[in-house]
């Protein structure tokens, strides 16, 4: 595929301790039908075989290993984003792979939507031994999605591409925040710039069990501070009305959570907070009715 200007894309692949899974998803970006690309593997401090696996994908003069000592996926992003020389900037976890054309097919997005600044897609969900276990069907959105996004993060990371101007203008990533960086990220440009969503699948996302269970309690309780901190900051950037009803949306999938795991206390606390924000909206009402129903 020739492009008009033939773009240099950065890809910007974060790490630590994923040795069985690095070289998969380093070939896929190797195996990639657009070819004017760089890759920064940033090693944020592995004490596994990483850096040995990568031997061979170092022989590509398009590849990059930075070491740091651990500080965090952010931290490693951010220091492949000020590394990078591209016009267009992609995130691939070192767990995750992306389908040959994901690259190509971004660009071509681009090049028939100007007006976006940030494109993404679907992914095939796959466990540790890269076996397909569903498909990514989350409902997702285009054009100025802060709205929506209140409600949830739908923005698939490893599909996205975004134009570099986007980290010029309003920063990379929190590099004080653990568990939702990408969700602020998101929420921020989504003040500013336009999204734009494929609906086909772009590449594979791995879930490992300690993802499944361990931590979604706490991504939750993250999600709900920088919620709340993103309307304070950017009070403007949704009407009163969406405000209420993206927090009441949000509080209903804490509840709904909350139940799934017998936490019935924690569930209709956030269930009253849900009907606090918008006691019209049915949402967390049926919830309600569902949890004494299950209780």
Known sequence: ??????????????????????????NSVLKQTYSNFELFIVD????????????????????????QPNQGQSVARNRGITESKGDFICFLDSDNAWFPNKLERSLLE???????????????????????????????????????LLKDNFVSMNTTMTRRHCFDEMGGFNESDRVAEDYEMWLRFSTKFEFRYMPELLGFYREM??????????????????LLKFLERYPDAVTGKQHRRGLS???????????????????????????KYDPWWQGPWRALGKMVLRK
Request: no cysteine; hydrophobic share 35%; net charge negative.
């Open 110 to 148: 681009f090049e028939s939507f100007p007006e976006a600044h940030v494109v993404y897609g679907d992914n095939i969900l796959i466990d540790e031994h890269s076996a397909e276990i569903g498909r990514d069907n989350m409902k997702r959105y285009s054009g100025r999605i802060t709205h929506h």
């Open 249 to 275: 949306h949000f509080y209903t999938r804490k509840a709904r959570y909350e139940v799934s795991v017998k936490a019935f206390s924690a569930g209709l606390s956030d269930i009253a907070t849900a009907i």
């Open 1 to 26: 595929m020739n492009f008009k200007t033939n773009p240099l894309v950065s890809v910007i692949t974060p790490t630590f301790n994923r040795a069985d899974f690095i070289e998969h998803a380093v």
């Open 44 to 67: 944020d401090g592995s004490t596994d075989d990483t850096r040995k696996r990568l031997d061979n994908a170092l022989e590509d003069p398009r590849v990059h290993y930075l070491y």
């Open 209 to 226: 069990e300690n993802q499944i269970s361990s931590d979604k309690r706490q991504r939750f309780e993250g999600n709900e501070r920088l």
